[in-house]
């Protein structure tokens, strides 16, 4: 598909932007009084990273941001997302602050304002301070006193500054990846462990929007969601069935909490173990909060078959690669008209005021070549989304920001360095950037009028 549309039919307001995360990012991981994440520990222990990958020096944002930033804006972007890593402020996770991480994050922050560039603030993706980690983590239910002094840190020290919050990146992501599946840090397994984080990290997301609402004035505050449309393989009352089940865990699960729903029902048992934390009229309440936009993040859709030798959700995943259909390199279906349906579905809930895609990108084997990379896959990606985006937009979908992920090739999680999202391409080795022609013809979109 080639692209039919103009940056100006987006609307001269839209937020045009790129997003990054701590870990991913910053590197430093143990310089100017900064504690432990439990990716530093994680990655170093499990051996579940490929290449035993570390996020030690990533991609060195902690001493490159001022060249980053100055990417940022060259390619044409309006927004700088990022995150701030819990254990760099407070390394020990509550207790002492760390002045020279506060001071990191007043200095990228100011050179974004120096640059015209708006900063959006993600107080947690994914790193909780190791500390805190030994304590329990997400099952602790001190979390919530945890979380709500760094989230009144954050705000007491950039409020002034940073409008723009967004309290969670991606509940599901980290509860089922790191408390459920064990992929991810903290590398914890079983739903003795995932349930209670789930609960946590929806009070959480809840209190975290009460802070900041308290003492940033004029705060503009979201959270992020992961979605994926979930289809199932055949039309079977099986299939169905099993489609609603994993919609609930993928889809449901952290907004309707915070949008005062309560968690979702559905004919799926294992939701009535979570209901019983529910039990408490307060919870229903204190898990909702108003928030001012939802962050909606969406990599690919999920085509979805009855299993019953799958434990707990009796359904597993039809790869795209088996059946042929467009996909990434990390194996992710390629579906921009299940993005369409996905906004339109979230724009749909009551509560729902306004919607920003927080995170929208790929990863394709880039091959540098004489200074070149040619990442036309990612090209034609992005031409697909945004054509689809711009559909639910003049349908009435109140859609008023775009932020790709990623600005440069960083470390992704568990697929270590392998896995490729940026805009620019990174050495490892020498930390020398290269625009890809992806990064190129968004300067070309954002600048044509
Ligand atoms: C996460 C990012 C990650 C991206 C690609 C999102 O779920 O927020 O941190 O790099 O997916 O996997």
Redesign the pocket.
Known sequence: MNSVFNVSDFGKKFLWGV?T?AV?NEGAYNIDGKGLSVWDTFSKRSGKIIGAAKPYEACDFYHRYKDDLLLVKALGFKVFRFSIAWSRILPEGIGKTNKEGIAFYHKVIDECLQLGLIPFVTLY??DLPQALEKEGGWTSHSMLRWFSRFATVCAEEYGDKVKNWIIL??PM?FTSLGYGLGKHAPGKTGLNNFFPAVHNAALAQAEGGRIIRNIVEHANIGT?F?CSEIIPFTQSEKDIAAANRMDILLNRLFIEPSLGMGYPYGNFQLMDKLHLYNKAWKYTERMKFDFDFVGI?N?FSLTVKHNPIIPIINASEVKAVTRNAPHTD?GWEINAASFYRMLKRFAAYDGVKKIIVS?N?A?FKDILQNGVVNDAQRIQYFQDYLQAMLQAKQEGVNINGYFV??LTD?F??A?GYR?R?GLIHVDFKTQLRTIKSSGYWWRNFLNRK
């Open positions: 997003a995360a991913q993706h994914w990146n991606e992501g992020t992961s993040q990599y990390m995170e990108g990863y992920w990623t960083n992704e999680w697929e896995a999202f």
